[in-house]
């Protein structure tokens, strides 16, 4: 490997060398991702991503178009057409202006498919990125993204591991098999690879139900790969008979020196008391699928899903009739707006429709995702992740999740899009303890009915 030109520190003595191989649109490292320390003893660096909108705040364009300059990569690569808005994308993601403008572009010249193509996110940190690739496609594309989550009533399409993650298992769910298996092409979309094992167990996997499909791609923000991993994929295309190409807006290698010392004060335990709410039904009409999950510890969510999010296959014609959705949610939140600056927070994999819900709602809007990823935080200025709240997930109730450096923006509103709540002591447990950092009004944002507008607990 080439020598290592670029050191940041993560925390303490432990540092990450890194050297950039690839990087065809000239992203300084911070465009695109900061360093953290993961609480996980498989893998104790955690590149956090500044594009995203999982881990730190966000513009909500800002995820939105990342995605969409995957997608025309991809497409100049795939049939070597030239993207004209390529070019004022990457500048819209670096300078962060005129994005709303620049997606309404997007939005207005979505790319033409020559045949049907797959794409799959994988979660929980990139559902929303592969939506965004999939949103960028005009027809011929067909939209699904892995889950954690385990729905007894429905046999899983496909099943794959994940060995370094907090939460191992994949599973891949479809109503309608016979139209994800009229793909020819497959896209992978994931936010970072680091050593491709994820890519080799699905594609391994998808190869048993794809029997004729002979190009897969490999989709991501960053791919840190090194050259004994990238000639393990030429070995594999040869064994099985396959194209795997790999499309990322920064590539290279990178080796962590040290050992992070961590201390215990960590965050308090999950909040167990409650909050008065403002818990409000969505006026429009929302397309659901009517199945239940059950988390980890046997609790049964019976709320339904919704279409919208891909988590059971989503079509482009499907997809373009969502969209109103967005808006008119917009519409109806934006009365409770004042002149300060607002989030909308995303739930776990719930991450693309209140991402677009935020993108609708006028200026000084931001989007982060709660995660159930444990990142180890220091309040520390030079460090990334200087604070962060824990409660349970509103819709999988007894697994914990996370939200990190509340305190980035004096926010005037919060606004928490859920799309299935299990419990309603649980939600009003998750707005105790936002309310416990924040002074900002907070909103409850449910995605299936409650029977009135407003409902106060």
């Known amino acids: ?159 794959f591991e994940e060995e370094h993650s907090h939460a191992t298992s994949h599973r891949v769910y479809c109503e309608q098999p016979e139209k994800l298996l009229q793909a020819k092409q497959i896209v992978l979309i994931d936010d970072e690879i680091t050593t491709g094992n994820t890519v080799v167990n699905i594609i391994e996997t998808l190869r048993q139900k794809f029997p004729t499909v002979q190009h897969y791609s490999v989709l991501s923000i960053l791919d840190w790969r090194s050259p004994q991993q990238q000639a393990m994929f030429a070995e594999l295309e040869a064994k099985w008979g396959v194209t795997i190409d790999f499309v990322s807006i920064m590539s290279g290698q990178f080796i962590c020196d040290g050992t992070p010392l961590l201390t215990n004060q960590q965050v308090p335990s999950t909040s167990q008391a409650t909050a008065d709410m403002k818990l409000l039904s969505v006026n429009e009409v929302v397309e659901q699928k009517h199945y239940y999950s059950i988390a980890e510890n046997g609790v049964k969510n019976r709320a339904p899903y919704m279409l919208a999010t891909g988590r059971l296959m989503l079509t482009t014609e499907q997809h373009a009739a969502q969209k109103k959705l967005y808006q008119t949610i917009a519409d109806q939140l934006r009365g409770l707006r004042t002149d300060g600056p607002a989030l909308v927070i995303g739930t776990g994999e719930f991450m693309y429709v209140p991402m677009q819900i935020a993108t609708c709602l006028g200026e000084d809007v931001y989007f982060q995702s709660t995660t159930r990823s444990p990142i180890y935080c220091e309040n520390n200025p030079s460090y990334t992740i200087t604070e962060k709240i824990a409660f349970e997930s509103p819709e999988n109730n007894g697994v914990e999740n996370y939200l990190y450096n509340l305190h980035s923006h004096s926010y005037s509103e919060l606004f928490l899009v859920v799309e299935r709540i299990a419990n309603e002591e649980v939600v009003a447990r998750a707005v105790h303890a936002l309310k416990a950092v924040s002074n900002a009004n907070i909103y409850v944002i449910c995605m299936h009915e409650w029977g009135t507008e407003e409902c106060m607990i």
């Not at 070597?80 to 670096?94: S, T």
């Not at 193509?117 to 892995?146: C, D, M, P, Q, R």
């Open 1 to 159: 490997m080439t020598k290592l030109n670029n050191r940041m520190n993560i925390i303490q003595d432990y540092k990450i060398d890194i050297e950039i191989t690839q990087n065809p649109y000239d992203f300084a490292m911070t465009d695109l991702f900061k360093m953290a320390t993961r609480i996980n003893k498989k893998r104790q660096f955690l590149f956090v991503s500044t594009v995203l909108g999982k881990h730190l705040a966000v513009r909500p364009q800002v995820p939105i178009l990342t995605g969409a300059l995957l997608a025309m990569m991809y497409h100049e690569k795939l049939l070597g057409h030239e993207c004209l808005l390529l070019q004022p994308v990457v500048q819209a993601i670096k300078n962060q202006q005129n994005m709303q403008g620049i997606l309404q572009q997007v939005e207005e010249q979505r790319l033409e498919l020559a045949e049907e193509v797959l794409f799959i996110g994988f979660a929980e940190t990139a559902t929303a990125l592969g939506h965004a690739v999939f949103n960028a496609f005009k027809s011929n594309a067909t939209y699904v993204h892995t889950t954690r989550e385990l729905l007894s009533e429905l046999e899983p399409f496909v099943t």
